[in-house]
Structures are given as structure tokens and as C-alpha cells.
């Protein structure tokens, strides 16, 4: 029998605990990440809102176009940058969590703007199912590191980040349509499966493929989240701090 708790659960049950944990009467402006851990989230801020009356202040700022529609779908005030530059906390979900926080992001190709807006938050909090919390990255998340590129540059940053890091990074294909995955801000993805057994600097690799000209944003997110809520197999929340 398999005892270990829906996926889907596990997920709420750290989006409830996040969001209940930071997100109090003085918390006036939010970053609303991306991905199906999210919805829980921003479900949560709307039953806060909606049901028990709370938060009638507060404002939140996306972090990619599905974040937006999450936001206005469940009739919350919608903010951005421009009117919102500094957030109280940013909420998303991640790809992988290793054991020094160092986080995979882009799985669903919204990487960029969850780095501007987590950059402006005073708090980034993570929440995830069990399945991503890892020692090192890779252990659990096999699609690679996602990298948001120029369209004109893919083949040769392609082959940059080889040549550099070893491993292969592949152009992401669209799945119902001809083509490569264009993200919200109009550019391509590749996704670079490291060599699982290198070891590396998260950071200074992070840093090496920012520089590369045409790379945009990479998923790594090295130093950026304060705390990661587990909904772990047994229905426990687990904290961890950097
Ligand atoms: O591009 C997508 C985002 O980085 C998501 O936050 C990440 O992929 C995790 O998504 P999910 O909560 O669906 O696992």
C-alpha cells in the first residue's frame, strides 16, 4: 500500500503554512510567483481575503502572465513594478531545493520575471512537495537547469555553456505547437542538464552564464530564498533555512 500522501496535497499543505506564517495585517504588498504549487498559495491569500476578512490592504505583484490571471481570477488587487517596487514577500514554488538552498527554477519557462520580483522582496519564501527537496541538484529534477536566452543567440550560447560547463543544453520544443517555447517575455528557453557527477559552483557558474551576451536569466536562484516549506510524504510541513 502506498501511504505516502497526493502530490497535490502536499503542495497545499505548504502554501497554506507559508502564507499563514508571512503573510500578516502588516504585509501590504506581495510577489505572487509561478507554477502549480502557486495556485494553492494564492488560493490560500483569496480564502484570507475573501473568507475571513483579512488582508483588505494588500496588493499583489506578478511574477509571470499565468501569476497575473491567478491573481485576477481569484479577484485580488492586481500590482506591478512600476507602482509596487518594493514587495513585503515573494511566494513561489521551485524545481529543486538543494541542501544549501540553492534553487532550480523554470521548469515552466517563467524564470525571468520570478527573479525581478523576488529581487524586490524583502522575503523570498519557497513551497514545494517533498519530491523537491534534494542534498544536490540533480538528485531530483532531470530536465536540467532552465536558461532564458535571445532568440538569435541559441545555437551559440548552446554551445558556450558546453564548451564551458560540460553536460548538453537543448532548446525547449512547445509541446502543442511547431517549434520552440517562446516565454512570457518573447524569448527562447534552453534547458542545460549539468554533469550530475561535477561538482560545481552554483554561484559562480550562475554568475559565468549571465555573462554569456544573449543569456538573459538563468533558474538558478543561488542566496535568494530565505525559507523552503516541504509539504512532506506524511502530511508534516518542513521548514528549512539558508
Ligand atoms: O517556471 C516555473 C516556475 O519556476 C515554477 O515556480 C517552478 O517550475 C515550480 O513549479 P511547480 O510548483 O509547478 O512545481
Same mark, same amino acid.
Given at each position: ?43 490560500? *491569500? ?8 483579512? /488582508? ?13 490571471? *491567478? ?7 492586481? @500590482?506591478? *513594478? ?52 534534494? /542534498? ?21 550560447? !548552446? /554551445? ?17 505547437? #511547431? @517549434? ?46 530565505? !525559507?523552503?516549506?516541504? @509539504?512532506?510524504?506524511? @502530511? #508534516?510541513?518542513?521548514?528549512?533555512? !539558508?
Amino acid at each position: 500500500m502506498n501511504d505516502k500522501i497526493a502530490l497535490d496535497t502536499a503542495k497545499n499543505l505548504a502554501a497554506k503554512a507559508a502564507v499563514d506564517q508571512w503573510v500578516t495585517e502588516d504585509t501590504k504588498v506581495v510577489g505572487v510567483g509561478s507554477g502549480s504549487t502557486v495556485v494553492f498559495a494564492v488560493e490560500r *491569500l483569496a480564502e484570507r481575503v475573501w473568507k475571513e476578512g483579512c /488582508l483588505a490592504d494588500m496588493i499583489c505583484v506578478p511574477s509571470s502572465y499565468q501569476a497575473r490571471k *491567478l491573481i485576477l481570477d481569484h479577484n485580488l488587487t492586481l @500590482g506591478d *513594478l512600476d507602482r509596487n517596487p518594493k514587495i513585503d514577500v515573494y511566494i513561489d514554488g521551485a524545481d529543486e531545493v538543494d541542501s544549501h538552498m540553492v534553487l532550480i527554477k523554470g521548469g515552466g519557462g517563467c524564470l525571468m520575471q520570478e527573479k525581478i520580483v523576488s529581487s524586490c522582496a524583502k522575503t523570498v519564501i519557497i513551497i514545494a512537495d517533498y519530491t523537491k527537496k534534494s /542534498l544536490r541538484l540533480g538528485e531530483q529534477w532531470c530536465q536540467g537547469v532552465p536558461i532564458e536566452v535571445s532568440p538569435m543567440a541559441h545555437v551559440p550560447i !548552446k /554551445l558556450k555553456i558546453e564548451e564551458l560547463f560540460g553536460g548538453v543544453a537543448s532548446l525547449r520544443i512547445a509541446l502543442k505547437k #511547431a @517549434g520552440p517555447v517562446v516565454t512570457d517575455n518573447g524569448n527562447f528557453l534552453l534547458d542545460w542538464k549539468f554533469l550530475a557527477k561535477r561538482e560545481y559552483n552554483w554561484d559562480e557558474v550562475n554568475r559565468a552564464l549571465t555573462m554569456i551576451p544573449g543569456v538573459l536569466e538563468t533558474g538558478l536562484f543561488v542566496d535568494i530564498a530565505s !525559507k523552503c516549506y516541504f @509539504g512532506m510524504a506524511d @502530511g #508534516a510541513v518542513k521548514v528549512q533555512s !539558508k
